[in-house]
T-cell receptor, first 111, second 116 residues
């Protein structure tokens, strides 16, 4: 069974800092990996999708990398802003197509 | 596109009552997923469908839970009878099998269920 772990569980940084969120998974036979953002009381918003054949994806200040062999992905956020405060979830989709989520990293960016 | 649409957004009911949650996936998406989110257990996959056919329902907690997808544009998740421990936010998500967003999961806003 695929296990997805996110470290740290919570992170607080001052505005302007660059930061890295980590995601690890136990089964390297994945179809893709997706990073989401969730604001309190809201649904999940897709940030970046990395297919299993890709190494990284970028969108604006966000960059996500994937290393299947080591079972790891990182989400890099450059020049963090208070509006980036949210919970960030990593999800891994297996070849069998179901998607498993990590518990998330709760990010607070202080002005 | 309107995105994944769920209803109701909030439901408060009493223990023992039947609850029906509804989902309209994004048009053209081949996969539909039902998730449950709680503080204690995070996001749990309950069941998913491919082309309206249930593929894996191993996450459905008990026989009190059932899900159907009668056509490509509609799915229901039913709980009968409901119990207080079913209180959670239930999310529906859909995903295309081809095209630019192949394999990408799109979520609805969720249905917050409270069982008293």
């Amino acid at each position: 069974k695929q296990e997805v772990t996110q470290i740290p569980a919570a992170l607080s940084v001052p505005e302007g800092e660059n930061l890295v969120l980590n995601c690890s998974f136990t089964d390297s036979a994945i179809y893709n990996l997706q990073w989401f953002r969730q604001d309190p009381g809201k649904g999940l918003t897709s940030l970046l999708l990395i297919q299993s054949s890709q190494r990284e994806q970028t969108s604006g200040r966000l960059n996500a990398s994937l290393d299947k062999s080591s079972g790891r992905s990182t989400l890099y956020i450059a020049a963090s802003q208070p509006g980036d405060s949210a919970t960030y979830l990593c999800a891994v989709r297996r070849v069998g197509n179901d998607m498993r989520f990590g518990a998330g990293t709760r990010l607070t960016v202080k002005p | 596109d309107a995105g994944v649409i769920q209803s109701p957004r909030h439901e408060v009911t009493e223990m023992g009552q039947e609850v029906t949650l509804r989902c309209k996936p994004i048009s053209g998406h081949d996969y539909l997923f039902w998730y449950r989110q709680t503080m204690m257990r995070g996001l749990e996959l309950l069941i998913y469908f491919n082309n309206n056919v249930p593929i894996d329902d191993s996450g459905m907690p008990e026989d009190r839970f059932s899900a159907k997808m009668p056509n490509a544009s509609f799915s229901t998740l039913k709980i009968q009878p409901s119990e207080p421990r079913d209180s959670a936010v239930y999310f529906c998500a859909s995903s295309p099998q081809r095209g630019r967003h192949t394999g990408e999961l799109f979520f609805g806003e969720g249905s917050r269920l409270t069982v008293l």
